[in-house]
């Protein structure tokens, strides 16, 4: 499959789009939707074989503007240190795809979504979704766009698990997965924190049964789900490393409830920055599909059997990182994914990342990260 | 000093006493409080050379019931692992005293009492106070009791906080200290995570800036903090043996909203439950107090020389134990203090433990615990 008409002029490609899909569209939870709006974003050309297409897949509060400005808050792409001209995916050498998930609130359908059935929006009446119908909403995009078989399909922390899921349910259809900073499944820690933000939005009388209006979201509750996330994605070193117990615009204790701790200003802005960008019925329905994501369930509780097909029929190609003081998504889910990769006889790199930088660190600068990805990519071009 | 009368017929000693002790009372603040409530419970008897006072103190959410029913709850005690008949604190060998914390809410003065000079509860013009404030309400209540010098003071968490902070503000009163599963200071992770509980009730309608009644109470965004909390206080390894991915009442996933993994049914019982036993302003306060906890801080940050007075003049004997799988106060920050206490010359022992019940193992069944703290009193004796 290839693009017949010149690209450019093609409105299916470029930053900012939005394409609808006429349903049904089938879910996992037996459920489904009538039609499918998703938000996404090309950056470069489908190469005339269709062999040099990327899916990135963002994670819990990311969106499709991986490598261009956010129209909302103005800010740079979330993962232009990996993506854009002379990084290890380049728009000058790939066709790079990344739409905002299922049930997201960036363009796709999700509890924001106006039921078709009603003319209100959805709330909490959105059927709940799983990371695998999110791999499929992908691939339904890709069936728009013409694109077949990816070269990789790349993401970290819940873009991770898309990327894995992607070589479970359509090995045929990919060729490398690059999944950075991940699980194959939920713990138990992992659902427990995403239950207290969870109870947080819906402890909010803001929240209203998720019935909120624009005017009136209960952004104190989003805040507070945010903070307690926000503490996940850090490490304990990193945040003694920068901030300690240092005291924000104050040379003694206050003795006071304000923001006496530099930590305790930066956790509050980063609670009010999110709910100005993020919607809480979409926070909690992308947390279910997190904490509902098993890999290895539906294949008797056995990893490498949902490897299977892509190791030994596709031989699709995998790459894991993970990082030192990631306490998340640690190390040792990645060398559980890695010895099912290996039990699949898939062809499987692996590497640990030192940084001090916890979770976040796939976001941040890490070139060896950079040249992990990109010598990956470069072997299986 | 010791009792003169028999005890027995002394009001002053028993279970479920309260006293008042006329101020005032000042505080680190430089604010004073008119006067001092006190909850307490003392066991035994003191001896006529007074020599086998110990002091247990109480962790975040605590109180004075260390070996006896909960009047509200109805359960036991919430040490009687270590301290009961033929335990390493035996009210038949020692006199044991246990007083809820100043801030508390259970009998001492906190943000709950009336403010004398408004006739109202004080709520949020309650002074905010700090864990040397703690141990200052509790020299008094000892002042009042005619005990002199403690054989040891005692404490978990927050409990070991104030059992260290004795041995620095009252050298010359403290023969030992035993301080389990703790920290000499709060580190940037524990105040974030202290703070992610704090906006948690603030957020709440109901907390309505402090001056909430008994009929309205900020329930859901205490059940939230403490939900945040409880997270802290136990392992991943101990979550995912207990709990794993496993299912509440059910045999497939439900694909809502309802606590569907064991886990999240756990978490939300533990909310629920906290809120019928404690109040939410007083979690404001005592939260503050281990936020501001940095015994080297008035010290030029040189922990050893707090300790300096008490291993150079009064040769007081510390014990430290930490869990090896305690994140919130991890092995480390035992290490420090252990190293601080060598460098004051102090007479120190210190033993990490297996357990694989996170911070709140010191709380549960801990036969080495037991028999360190046994063997640390008996040499002492």
């Known amino acids: 499959m290839s693009v017949s008409a010149p690209q450019a002029a093609d409105t299916r490609f470029g930053l900012d789009?939005?394409?609808?899909?006429?349903?049904?569209?089938?879910?996992?939870?037996?459920?489904?939707?009538?039609?499918?709006?998703?938000?996404?974003?090309?950056?470069?050309?489908?190469a005339p074989d269709g062999r040099n297409?990327?899916?990135?897949?963002?994670?819990l509060t990311g969106d499709q503007h991986v490598a261009s400005l956010h129209p909302r808050t103005g800010k740079p792409g979330w993962w232009q240190r990996l993506v854009g001209a002379g990084k290890p995916i380049d728009p000058e050498r790939h066709f790079i795809i990344c739409a905002n998930v299922l049930g997201g609130c960036?363009?796709?359908?999700?509890?924001?979504?106006?039921?078709?059935?009603?003319?209100?929006?959805?709330?909490?009446?959105?059927?709940?979704?799983?990371?695998?119908?999110?791999?499929?909403?992908?691939?339904?995009?890709?069936?728009?766009?013409?694109?077949?078989?990816?070269?990789?399909?790349?993401?970290?922390?819940?873009?991770?698990?898309?990327?894995?899921?992607?070589?479970?349910?359509?090995?045929?259809?990919?060729r490398s997965v690059v999944a950075l900073a991940t699980a194959a499944r939920h713990s138990a820690q992992n659902i427990a924190f995403h239950e207290v933000g969870r109870q947080a939005i819906m402890a909010d009388p803001a929240w209203a049964g998720g019935n909120y209006t624009a005017d009136c979201q209960p952004v104190a509750g989003l805040a507070v789900a945010r903070m307690a996330a926000h503490i996940t994605y850090l490490s304990e070193q990193g945040l003694t490393a920068r901030f300690g117990r240092r005291l924000q615009d104050r040379e003694a204790l206050g003795f006071g409830f304000d923001a006496e701790f530099q930590v305790e200003s930066y956790l509050r802005h980063q609670g009010l920055a999110f709910v100005e960008r993020f919607d809480a019925n979409s926070y909690l329905y992308i947390t279910r599909a997190m904490d509902y994501f098993d890999l290895a369930a539906p294949h008797d509780g056995v990893l490498a059997k949902a490897f299977s097909s892509a190791a030994k029929d596709f031989g699709t190609r995998f790459a894991l990182v993970s990082f030192t003081t990631d306490w998340l998504y640690p190390t040792a889910e990645s060398k559980r994914i890695v010895s099912a990769l290996n039990a699949a006889g898939a062809a499987v790199s692996f590497c640990e990342l030192e940084s001090p930088h916890g979770h976040d660190a796939f976001l941040l600068e890490a070139p060896e990260m950079n040249r992990v990805v990109d010598g990956f990519l470069r072997a299986g071009a």
């Open 53 to 59: 297409a990327i899916l990135i897949c963002h994670a």
């Open 17 to 46: 789009r939005r394409v609808h899909l006429p349903g049904p569209f089938a879910l996992a939870s037996g459920q489904s939707l009538m039609g499918l709006d998703i938000g996404y974003e090309t950056y470069g050309t489908l």
């Open 106 to 174: 960036s363009g796709s359908s999700g509890p924001g979504s106006i039921d078709p059935g009603t003319g209100f929006p959805y709330a909490m009446a959105f059927p709940v979704i799983t990371i695998s119908d999110m791999v499929e909403a992908q691939a339904a995009l890709l069936d728009n766009l013409g694109v077949g078989t990816l070269m990789a399909v790349v993401g970290g922390s819940m873009g991770g698990m898309q990327a894995l899921q992607w070589a479970v349910s359509h090995p045929d259809r990919v």
